[in-house]
């Protein structure tokens, strides 16, 4: 079973950024690559997509301040988050979907806390 590994979470303040990492156990190539989040008593929501030929999705909250980025050769799909809001503090969770089986893979989370 593929493993996927997210990092780069943690305390940021107000305004700053941070950039997630996920990397998987195995080839993204013929996977779309998400990132989802999730806070405290909210639902999991999906922040950015990124797909096999690259086309990119983003949630409105994301737009103008994420950008989510894919490296097949390292089977890694980053995000870079930029004038971070309070809004923002959640568990982030990488998402791998096999584009002709639709399986699915999660990651653990990484922990995003930004303060005011």
């Known amino acids: 079973q593929v493993q996927l590994v997210e990092s780069g979470g943690g305390l940021v303040q107000a305004g700053g950024s941070l950039r997630l990492s996920c990397v998987a156990s195995e080839s993204i190539r013929r996977a779309a690559m998400s990132w989802y989040r999730q806070a405290p008593g909210k639902e999991r929501e999906l922040v950015a997509s990124?797909?096999?030929?690259?086309?990119?999705n983003y949630a409105e909250t994301a737009k103008g301040r994420f950008t989510i980025s894919r490296d097949d050769a390292k089977n890694m799909v980053d995000l870079q988050m930029n004038n971070l809001t309070t809004e923002d503090t959640a568990v982030y969770y990488c998402?791998?979907?096999?584009?002709?089986?639709?399986?699915?893979?999660w990651g653990q989370g990484t922990q995003v806390t930004v303060s005011s």
């Open positions: 990124i797909g096999v030929s690259g086309h990119k």
């Open positions: 998402k791998r979907r096999i584009v002709y089986t639709d399986q699915e893979s």
